[in-house]
């Protein structure tokens, strides 16, 4: 029925309400020095993370430096290779996995633990992702017996950090939700998660009842008003750096939202603010963006805006039959495969459907575009503002490649001009008061959500034939 991301098929029972969206474009991140000295030799760091980008430079989960010296973090794309990281130049201490993470629609539970005590080398740090050890490393070097790391070290402007590593460079571009700190024991992925009897997928338990120890935290990012709030009962709370109330996402690792798609070949488009918001580009050559959610059945409903004024007839919104941009051509209505497909709502109040033009007689530039998909009966609705422009929908019959899928798209018909839109599947990267939601609860939405219309989310995904 879908294609969507790991760790978030089924209803587990667990519920986490909200994540921290982070955007390396806005310098986004948290801090917190120290009150007093932790234990430098045995900690554990937990958290899930959604990746927004791939092969970048170095992004940090975490991290404890002054910014010039000795540095101990948790990280990815160290060297562009979309690796997860665990370093301590203090001590040595290099864990560098062999595989690699490039699924930006997709939850990750990290989980690295620290314990120089240990008589046994390879036991005084370790790796988990998704539940499971990492034991496979290109670089695997281990600190010395009883020494102190980085991590809970008090001294001049030392700090912990999260999303950067100085609070100027190597910002993380993504999701955090669930982020723990263990000052004092190291524990294994089973006290913040465990493996569903059904499906087998890693998901949350609740950790409210671990021991944090002195500095150690737990964020739930469930106060927008204080996104750096600890809930553990020890009150480190940590300082907002370019985080508002919008940065608080209902987008989770119990109910993942779709996005548009960064790791395909999204040429002259620039996406951000966890890629929801997108800037088309000049350039001649260019690509629409495709979500990263594609449906075979159900009914569907989501919203698109347009933020900057265009030239109505460049801009365009609907669905196309293939996931990747390089099948649609420089834009959604000119197709480099035989039987890639589209229908799309253009500003100029056409719909066109794989060529067939109808005039709805109603044009748009920076209106709320509300899209419903009815794959049952492969119709599809188009509103301005909340009104209907094709009534009756569009029929989109014999659209469907062999997959069977249909993906949402928002593209750009010219290259001489370029404009910025925000797509809202029930996450919206924006203040939205229309305060909408689906016949399941889920999703802010501008007008209200036509009736067995379900925001793309995977609760609302699993529920309906998984």
């Known amino acids: 029925m879908i294609i969507l991301g790991t760790n978030s098929i089924k209803d587990t029972g667990y519920d986490v309400d909200n994540s921290c969206r982070f955007d390396d474009g806005s310098s986004d991140y948290l801090n917190r020095t120290p009150g007093s000295s932790g234990n430098r030799k045995t900690w554990t760091w937990s958290s899930w993370v959604k990746k927004s980008t791939i092969g970048a430079g170095y992004q940090f989960l975490f991290s404890c430096t002054d910014a010039s010296t000795s540095t ?77 790391g980085s991590i809970n070290l008090v001294s001049g402007s030392y ?11 190597n910002f993380f571009d993504g999701y955090l939700a669930e982020t723990v700190f263990i000052d004092g024991t190291a524990l294994d992925p089973t006290s913040f998660g465990e493996f569903d009897e059904d499906s087998g997928i890693w998901k949350p338990i609740d950790v409210s009842g671990l021991t944090f120890g002195t500095n150690g935290f737990y964020l739930d990012f469930e106060n927008s008003g204080a996104l750096g709030a600890d809930v553990s009962g020890n009150t480190n709370n940590f300082t907002v750096n370019n985080l508002t109330a919008i940065d608080q996402s209902t987008d989770t690792c119990t109910n993942n939202f779709c996005t548009w798609n960064s790791i395909a070949d999204n040429l002259d488009v620039t996406l951000s603010e966890g890629n929801l918001k997108v800037v088309h580009g000049t350039q001649l050559v260019r690509r629409p963006v495709i979500s990263t959610f594609g449906v075979s059945k159900g009914k569907w409903f989501w919203e698109w805006k347009n933020t900057t004024s265009s030239t109505p007839a460049n801009i365009e919104v609907g669905i196309v039959n293939y996931a990747s941009p390089s099948s649609q051509g420089r834009y959604l209505g000119q197709s480099l495969q035989g039987d890639a497909d589209y229908t799309t709502y253009v500003g100029d109040g056409y719909i066109d459907m794989s060529g067939t033009q109808t005039n709805t007689g109603t044009t748009y530039t920076t209106e709320t575009i509300s899209i419903a998909v009815d794959m049952d009966n492969t119709l599809i609705y188009f509103y301005k503002n909340g009104s209907l422009v094709n009534s ?30 925000s797509v809202n599947f029930g996450n919206p990267p924006y203040s939205e008061s229309g305060g909408n939601s689906d016949g399941n609860g889920y999703g802010n939405f501008s007008m209200a959500v036509p009736s067995g219309y379900y925001s793309l989310c995977t609760k609302n995904l699993g529920a309906y034939g998984g």
């Open 159 to 169: 700090q912990h950090r999260i999303a950067t590593y100085s609070g100027s460079s």
């Open 72 to 148: 101990g973090s948790i990280g990815t794309n160290y060297n562009g290779d979309n690796k997860i990281y665990f370093r301590d130049d203090l001590i040595s201490l290099n864990l560098t996995p062999n595989a690699v993470h490039r699924d930006t629609s997709a939850w990750y539970h990290i989980v690295v633990a620290l314990d120089t005590t240990q008589a046994t080398a390879s036991n005084r740090a370790k790796m988990w992702i998704n539940g499971t050890q990492v034991t496979s490393f290109s670089t695997e070097t281990y600190p010395s017996q009883d020494t102190d």
């Open 392 to 421: 009756g929908g569009t029929n989109f019959s014999g659209m469907e490649n062999g997959s069977g899928f249909i993906f949402m798209a928002n593209g750009d018909r010219s290259g001489g001009s370029s404009y910025t839109a």
